[in-house]
């Protein structure tokens, strides 16, 4: 049902400054009864602003769709602050200790208030969302609990991900947090939309928002003799995925192996055999195939979104635009085109 007395706002109109000012008052306000205990560490949290991309969408798909601008507001607040629960409890699952260019929430304040800061900021989002509409809390139940299960199947799982399991685990992790703010505007202000075509968008989206996080994980190592993150705790990652597949299966098989004996730490990342795994995948042509594959996705992506109604291509613009930008800093073009220049 359509919310009454809607103010349609013309969100094309909308500064993105203006946006993401009116999201950070709104999180101020939901966060201010955070309890005692963690309201100093939700305050240094906060303080630090990521770029809004999943807030602005939210409130401009909202926004386009008719809800009015308390709503479209309220939800984009929900969406961002369930984003911010996935970032700290996924920086405590991975182990990592920087992010946005400070000292990442459990590193700082300990594994345990992580964990809690991030169980607060799940149940305020749900707050959220119930006062934007009570319609979207069954749409933010789905989106965590599907991107719960992709990230649990990174630690419950044999051997090391094929190509096609990556990319299920990728989707299954990041999708649905990406999708969920035009979904859940959509049934803020019961307005139809092509959920199929927007997911199937958001799918390839998402992929290559993890490849190019692999990337760049890849990226940070491969001129050292130390093993990359990803490799050295044998996390999901595509161009390691495309490696293992290149394999004969002798030895795929002992890669797999491999990956479990450091997965239950029953051998180093320093280990000998470690660093050699390590020279091959820097040695092999994984690389230029994973370029490969992210231009594929990226180019799925921009199918999926010129079919969708213009107003919808001008909801996702700032997001799309920005997944350009991001695959034109890992040099796409010049990756694929390696090999035919050497």
Same mark, same amino acid.
């Given at each position: 049902?359509?919310?009454?007395?809607?103010?349609?706002?013309?969100?094309?109109?909308?500064?993105?400054?203006?946006i993401?000012?009116? /999201?950070?008052?709104?999180? &101020?306000?939901?966060?201010t009864?955070?309890?005692a205990a963690l309201?100093e560490?939700?305050? +240094?949290?906060? #303080?630090?602003?990521?770029?809004?991309?999943?807030?602005?969408m939210?409130?401009?798909a909202?926004?386009?769709?008719?809800?009015?601008?308390?709503?479209?507001?309220?939800?984009?607040?929900?969406?961002e602050? /369930?984003?911010?629960?996935?970032?700290?409890?996924d920086?405590?699952?991975?182990?990592?200790?920087?992010?946005?260019?400070?000292?990442?929430?459990?590193?700082?304040?300990g594994e345990?208030?992580?964990? *809690?800061?991030?169980?607060?900021?799940i149940?305020?989002?749900f707050?959220? +969302?119930?006062?934007?509409s009570?319609?979207t809390?069954?749409?933010? *139940?789905d989106a965590?609990?599907?991107?719960?299960?992709?990230? #649990?199947?990174?630690?419950?799982?044999?051997?090391?991900?094929?190509?096609s399991?990556?990319?299920?685990?990728?989707?299954?992790k990041?999708?649905?947090?990406?999708?969920?703010?035009?979904?859940?505007?959509?049934?803020?202000?019961?307005?139809?939309?092509?959920?199929?075509?927007?997911?199937?968008?958001?799918?390839?989206?998402?992929? *290559?928002?993890?490849i190019?996080?692999?990337?760049?994980?890849?990226?940070?190592?491969?001129?050292?003799?130390e093993l &990359?993150?990803?490799? +050295? @705790? &044998?996390?999901?990652?595509?161009?390691?995925?495309?490696?293992?597949?290149?394999?004969?299966?002798?030895?795929?098989?002992?890669?797999d192996?491999?990956?479990?004996?450091?997965?239950?730490?029953?051998?180093?990342c320093?280990?000998?055999?470690?660093l050699?795994w390590?020279?091959?995948?820097?040695?092999s042509?994984?690389l230029?195939y994973t370029?490969?594959?992210?231009?594929?996705?990226?180019?799925?992506?921009?199918?999926?979104? @010129?079919?969708?109604?213009?107003e919808?291509? &001008?909801?996702?613009?700032?997001?799309?635009?920005?997944?350009?930008?991001?695959?034109?800093?890992?040099?796409?073009?010049?990756?694929?085109?390696k090999?035919? @220049?050497?």
């Amino acid at each position: 049902m359509r919310l009454a007395n809607t103010i349609r706002i013309d969100h094309t109109m909308q500064k993105s400054s203006e946006i993401s000012s009116w /999201i950070s008052s709104r999180l &101020c306000e939901a966060t201010t009864d955070a309890p005692a205990a963690l309201r100093e560490i939700s305050d +240094a949290h906060m #303080a630090i602003e990521g770029k809004r991309l999943r807030g602005h969408m939210a409130f401009q798909a909202a926004s386009l769709f008719g809800a009015d601008f308390d709503a479209a507001i309220t939800w984009a607040a929900a969406v961002e602050l /369930i984003h911010d629960a996935s970032l700290v409890h996924d920086d405590l699952c991975d182990g990592d200790v920087e992010r946005r260019g400070q000292q990442t929430v459990f590193k700082r304040y300990g594994e345990a208030l992580a964990l *809690c800061l991030g169980d607060y900021y799940i149940s305020t989002a749900f707050r959220l +969302a119930a006062s934007a509409s009570p319609d979207t809390v069954i749409m933010l *139940c789905d989106a965590v609990t599907k991107s719960t299960g992709g990230q #649990a199947s990174e630690f419950n799982m044999a051997g090391y991900p094929s190509w096609s399991r990556y990319c299920e685990i990728a989707v299954q992790k990041t999708s649905p947090l990406l999708s969920l703010p035009i979904t859940g505007a959509a049934k803020l202000a019961d307005y139809p939309v092509d959920q199929q075509r927007v997911e199937s968008y958001f799918a390839n989206a998402a992929t *290559c928002f993890q490849i190019i996080n692999d990337l760049n994980n890849f990226f940070a190592s491969q001129s050292s003799d130390e093993l &990359c993150s990803d490799l +050295a @705790n &044998c996390r999901p990652n595509a161009l390691i995925s495309c490696f293992r597949d290149s394999l004969k299966a002798p030895v795929q098989s002992r890669f797999d192996q491999w990956s479990d004996r450091i997965r239950v730490a029953k051998e180093s990342c320093d280990s000998q055999e470690s660093l050699q795994w390590w020279r091959f995948v820097r040695q092999s042509q994984s690389l230029t195939y994973t370029a490969q594959r992210l231009h594929f996705h990226f180019n799925m992506a921009n199918n999926e979104l @010129n079919r969708l109604p213009t107003e919808m291509q &001008c909801v996702l613009s700032k997001f799309h635009q920005w997944l350009d930008y991001e695959l034109a800093k890992v040099n796409v073009s010049a990756l694929i085109n390696k090999d035919s @220049n050497c």
